[in-house]
């Protein structure tokens, strides 16, 4: 009755999220949103016009569209800086406009803004929020191990270990294990403009507090840790796509006949291989990855983005003799619904660019991992996916088709991959314990609640 009770009188206070427009920030920002609406809160979801969110599977939501006026030149140079740098300029002004308008309609009636919660990369809606005097809150999407080597980039240019000299360098970075010069954050760019992003996205300046999509059976130390450069609490509660109701997030349509094509193969079968949102590779790799994944003789299914090979716009550059060579061993998609396919009997391993979204779903569901990191934090993740939690062997140096041939081998009918994924189960057990009453994650959720009320 309490309960209930408390549930009504947070339908009046509403929070504003203001996701990044990407969908590896995209996906944990609405699952944010659905986990604190399940708690009772109005959501709002405040976005750009550009890879706006889809708001069908969100019928409770409020969706605003908020101009970004995104250059196009900007966007296709694909210059990160540049993109957020203009996001963010861009957007303060109708965010600021959109949240007094909010507050003047509330004037006349019960219900409030509690706060803005936005992706650590949109940090013009904490400007925004304290320009009209609303508190802020930044939810960080990538782990807590990034975030501290983030903050150490500055020391590490001056003693000249950033950005490597030598990418392929196995040598320890001082004072930021486990990770080695090859592991420290790739920057596909001049350094110099992420660096400031970075430094931006670090400083959170009037924002009350810092959520984490992670949990404490991985980050525990870590966090505490990175608390102590902040001084307002951290609240860790990911999983988010497993405390949250599920809902669909993918911006891209997900094609969902290949979990019939799952259900036909035997269970621990299947290496899932995807790169993620944004990452992409050229025609050589493409056929190397081709041949390698056919060569092992493994099922597969392969998500290939369309756009994501470059120089075409799906899979035209597959190698001649592949399809054949392949039948039906092999299935390939142009974006899958991966959380349900990680979550699939068949599915023993996945081929992951490492991206935390991805690390955290295949934790999650006790999948062991082949870590192929392309930049920005993906790295950082592989370093601590193989070394320090080793539920991932790494697939280095060029791409080529005997390697992949071998690494899919070993993760899939190896006694190392064997290892792997008893690990990985212990963890997916773990966190099923961190999200139930009594866990880290549940407990971390409860006290966001409160603190959200106390504000
Ligand atoms: N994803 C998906 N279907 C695909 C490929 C990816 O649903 O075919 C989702 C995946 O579940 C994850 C997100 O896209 O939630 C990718 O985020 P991640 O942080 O792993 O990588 P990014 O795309 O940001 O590089």
Same mark, same amino acid.
């Given at each position: ?7 009504? #009188? ?5 929070? !504003?999220?203001?996701?990044? +427009? ?40 409020? &969706? ?13 140079? @694909? ?17 600021? $406009? *959109? ?6 309609? /509330? ?8 706060? !803005? ?32 080597? &983030? ?5 590490? #240019?001056?003693?000249?270990? &950033? ?20 592991? %420290?954050?790739?920057?596909?760019? /001049? ?24 949990? /404490?059976?991985?980050?525990? #130390?870590?966090?505490?840790? !990175? ?11 990911? +999983? ?22 799952? /259900? ?27 041949? @390698? ?5 493994? +099922? &597969? ?9 470059? @120089? ?25 619904? #991966? ?27 006790? *999948?062991?991992?082949?870590?192929? +990191? ?5 790295? *950082? ?40 994924? %008893? ?6 057990? $773990? ?7 009594? @866990? ?16």
């Amino acid at each position: 009755m309490r309960e209930m009770e408390e549930r009504g #009188q947070r339908s009046n206070r509403r929070l !504003v999220l203001v996701p990044c +427009p990407f969908q590896g920030h995209i996906t944990p920002m609405l699952n944010l949103g659905s986990l604190l609406h399940s708690k009772g809160f109005s959501i709002v979801i405040a976005h750009t016009h550009f890879n706006h969110p889809h708001p069908f599977g969100f019928p409770n939501f409020t &969706f605003l569209s908020i101009p970004d006026c995104l250059p196009k030149d900007v966007l296709s140079s @694909g210059d990160a800086a540049a993109i957020f740098a203009s996001l963010n300029t861009n957007c303060e002004g109708p965010l600021r $406009q *959109v949240l007094s308008d909010m507050m003047a309609q /509330d004037g006349a009636t019960e219900s409030k803004i509690s706060c !803005v919660i936005y992706d650590s990369l949109m940090y013009c809606a904490e400007a925004a929020a304290q320009y009209v005097k609303l508190p802020s809150m930044a939810l960080r999407t990538s782990s807590i191990g990034t975030q501290l080597i &983030f903050s150490e980039l500055p020391r590490l #240019q001056k003693e000249g270990y &950033f950005p490597a000299k030598d990418h392929s360098s196995k040598d320890p970075v001082p004072g930021a294990y486990p990770l080695r010069c090859k592991d %420290l954050p790739l920057f596909t760019s /001049d350094p110099e403009p992420m660096m400031r992003l970075i430094a931006t996205t670090l400083d959170i300046k009037t924002s009350s507090a810092i959520l984490w999509n992670t949990v /404490d059976c991985l980050e525990k #130390q870590l966090s505490d840790q !990175v608390q102590k450069k902040y001084h307002v609490p951290f609240f860790s509660l990911g +999983p988010l796509h497993k405390v949250a109701p599920a809902s669909p997030t993918s911006i891209l349509e997900e094609e969902t006949e290949c979990l019939s094509w799952l /259900d036909k193969q035997a269970n621990n079968s299947v290496i899932y291989v995807s790169l993620g949102s944004l990452a992409s590779m050229d025609e050589r790799e493409f056929a190397e990855t081709a041949w @390698g994944l056919a060569k092992s003789g493994q +099922p &597969f299914l392969w998500v290939v983005r369309p756009g994501s090979v470059r @120089g075409s716009e799906w899979i035209e550059l597959l190698p001649e003799g592949f399809k054949e060579a392949i039948g039906d061993t092999g299935h390939v998609v142009r974006w899958a619904p #991966q959380k349900d396919v990680l979550a699939h009997r068949a599915v023993g391993g996945f081929w992951t660019h490492c991206g935390w979204n991805s690390t955290l779903e295949s934790i999650s569901e006790g *999948v062991p991992m082949i870590c192929r +990191p392309c930049f920005m934090d993906q790295n *950082v993740n592989a370093r601590y996916l193989c070394h320090l939690w080793r539920v991932g062997l790494e697939l280095e140096g060029d791409l080529d088709q005997k390697e992949i041939e071998q690494a899919v081998r070993r993760l899939m009918a190896g006694e190392e991959g064997k290892e792997m994924r %008893l690990r990985a189960a212990a963890f997916k057990d $773990q966190i099923k314990l961190s999200i139930e009453k009594g @866990g880290s994650s549940h407990a971390a959720i409860e006290e966001l609640v409160n603190f959200i009320i106390s504000l």
